[in-house]
């Protein structure tokens, strides 16, 4: 299936059942589950793979032997101190950067001779929420994004269904008309979020996505995360330094209950969803790599120190029921 047909892809029309207020009217997924598994798509094959990369800025080296493998439909988190590495590797994986040694595989494809035509093809197929948000401050959340397909493009009609569809998932819906300097962090946040997901990108990259949101509005981005997951077959890299969050995406499940609703399930207090792994970084290298609940039961005095650190975060206020 071409990019632009995923992109006019009929919606369903699916409701959602939420206690929080910011879920009220509706999200979408574009598949139901029973369309989860596309014909041609091999999932033996890893949708981003790191072979032994090396990386230095200058003399400073920033990753040191990494290799790695996020799977379709799961979600890799990074998790290091700041400067530990985390920005740089979404960096590699998009191609803006060339690892000094090694190989980097997307899809199966290793791009690391690539160039700029063959990297814009591949970067085509992820989608990226930039830390800082990026949005364009003078264009409205709807302009905010269109912009990408209209420079395509893609007929305005189009465009629009596109778009709402989109803003729908993020709920922002009725917020099209404003202003980024008009919205909360996390309203802007969501914008950013609807924008990567322009084109349908099997692959999506989170960098620091709930940095500076209040624990709330953090779990409504979570829950996006999680939706794209469970019910978009979604492969996502989410790097943060926030227990959190980590937390959140490894107990938590979405699935399309009764009547066609989305739902939000505990896993209890497991920590344990298979498809959700944790990779963690130190000086460069992999110090750790797991499960939630095989992190949260490591014995490693770094890795128990990180995580009682980030524990003095507040927790979130709403219940999840
Ligand atoms: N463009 C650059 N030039 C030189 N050093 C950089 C550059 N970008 C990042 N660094 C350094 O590389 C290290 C890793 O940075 P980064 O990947 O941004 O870390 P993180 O995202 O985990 O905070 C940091 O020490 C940072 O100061
Ligand atoms: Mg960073």
């Known amino acids: 299936m071409s990019s632009d047909q995923q992109v006019h892809e009929q919606l369903p029309n699916v409701s959602v059942e939420r206690s929080d207020a910011v ?15 596309e014909p041609n798509v091999d999932v033996a094959i890893p949708a981003i793979e790191f072979r032994n990369v090396n ?3 200058e003399d400073k080296k920033v990753l040191d032997d990494l290799s790695f493998q996020l799977a379709k439909g799961e979600i890799k988190i990074i998790l ?9 590797i979404l960096k590699l994986v998009l191609g803006l950067l ?4 090694g190989q980097i595989f997307i899809d199966g494809e290793e791009i690391t001779e690539f160039d700029e035509t063959e990297l814009q093809r591949v970067r085509d197929k ?13 264009l409205t959340v709807y302009e905010n994004v269109a912009y990408r397909l209209q420079d395509r493009g893609v007929p305005e009609e189009d465009v629009e269904e596109e778009v709402r569809a989109l803003l729908k998932f993020v709920k922002l819906e009725q917020e099209m008309d404003r202003l980024p300097s008009e919205l909360s962090g996390g309203m802007r946040k969501r914008v950013s979020v609807a924008r990567a997901l322009v084109g349908n990108p099997k692959i ?14 953090s779990g409504t981005i979570c829950d996006l995360i999680i939706e794209l ?3 978009e077959d979604v492969a996502s890299i989410v790097v943060t330094h926030e227990m959190d969050v980590v937390k959140y995406l490894t107990s938590e499940y979405a699935r399309i ?3 066609g609703k989305i739902e939000f399930k505990d896993e209890g207090q497991q920590l344990c969803l298979t498809n959700t792994k944790i990779l963690m970084l130190r000086h460069g290298r992999e110090i750790f790599s797991g499960t939630g609940k095989e992190l949260i039961e490591s014995d490693d005095s770094y890795i128990q120190k990180f995580i009682r650190g980030t524990e003095l975060l507040p927790e979130r206020a709403e219940s999840r029921e």
């Not at 992820?126 to 003078?138: H, T």
């Open 126 to 138: 992820i989608g990226m929420v930039f830390q800082e948000g990026a949005l364009f401050d003078s």
């Open 80 to 88: 290091s101190g700041s400067g530990g590495g985390k920005s740089t």
């Open 98 to 101: 060339k690892p000094d040694a």
């Open 229 to 231: 997951r469970d019910l």
């Open 257 to 259: 209950g009764e009547r």
């Open 204 to 217: 999506v990259l989170f960098d620091e996505p709930t940095v500076a949101l209040d624990p709330p509005t």
């Open 23 to 37: 879920t009220s009217t509706g999200t979408f997924a574009r598949r139901r589950p029973a369309d989860l598994v």
């Open 55 to 57: 990386f230095s800025y």
